[in-house]
């Protein structure tokens, strides 16, 4: 059974940069498949932020793509997001999923991040 | 810039069946967009219902079923219950570029 666990600050400033990393047990991230950030707004839709390939290749959302960077680390199985710039509008609950292009497999349980001074 | 277009909300009565869609903004969904839906209770992170159309996630009753009509990528919950009141979500994969987007989602109340 896989599952992921997101860690992170949960307050970060206004032009900060929020930083969160999944922590993958029960697969090897560098088996297979996509590993991916998806957040939700408070009271909103979910939205795609990027995702990884196992193989290293990156993927992000055209709306985010100039402020985010995510990184896989396989030495230690997980995988981390960057937000650069973070203003009231990134405040979200942050989940990061295992998935391929048929769907997300499997998700975690989620991190509330807010954006305040 | 493409849309994923969901009911903002429905409702279905208990044991009733009831079917959610997932469409375009412009032009038609079809397999190649592998469409793929999850439930999300407050609170909670999503549910992995369906993948790739029709394929049920481990675990998922039967009474949720996925598909192409017409135009569009549909879910059916069929003998619905009080615990299928969630938000549901649809994902469309655009390919390179945008690669995967969300819909709106739809808020499905049972009374």
């Known amino acids: 059974q896989v599952q992921l666990q997101e860690s992170g600050p949960g307050l970060v400033k206004p032009s900060e940069t929020l930083s969160l990393t999944c922590a993958v047990s029960?697969?090897?991230?560098?088996?297979?498949?996509?590993w991916g950030w998806i957040r939700q707004p408070p009271g909103k839709g979910l939205e795609w932020i990027g995702s990884?390939?196992?193989?290293?290749?990156?993927y992000y959302n055209p709306s985010l793509k100039s402020r985010v960077t995510i990184s896989v680390d396989t030495s230690k199985n997980q995988f981390s997001l960057k937000l650069s710039s973070v203003t009231a509008a990134d405040t979200a609950v942050y989940y990061c999923?295992?998935?391929?292009?048929?769907?997300?497999?499997?998700w975690g349980q989620g991190t509330l991040v807010t954006v305040s001074s | 810039q493409t849309v994923v277009t969901q009911e903002p909300s429905f409702s279905v009565s208990p044991g009733g069946t009831v079917t959610l869609t997932c469409g375009l903004s412009?032009?038609?969904?079809?397999?190649?967009?592998?469409p793929s839906w999850y439930q999300q209770t407050p609170g909670q992170a999503p549910r992995t219902l369906i993948y790739?159309?029709?394929t049920r996630s481990s675990g998922v009753p039967d009474r949720f079923s996925g598909s192409i009509l017409g135009n569009k990528a549909a879910l059916t919950i069929t003998g619905a219950q009080a615990d299928d009141e969630s938000d549901y979500y649809c994902?469309?994969?655009?390919?390179?570029?945008?690669?995967?987007?969300f819909g709106g989602g739809t808020k499905l109340t049972v009374l």
């Open positions: 999923a295992r998935l391929s292009i048929m769907g997300f497999k499997d």
């Open positions: 029960g697969y090897s991230i560098s088996s297979g498949y996509y």
């Open positions: 990884i390939y196992h193989s290293g290749s990156t």
């Open positions: 412009s032009g038609s969904v079809s397999t190649s967009y592998y």
């Open positions: 790739s159309t029709n």
């Open positions: 994902v469309l994969y655009m390919g390179s570029g945008t690669n995967w987007v």
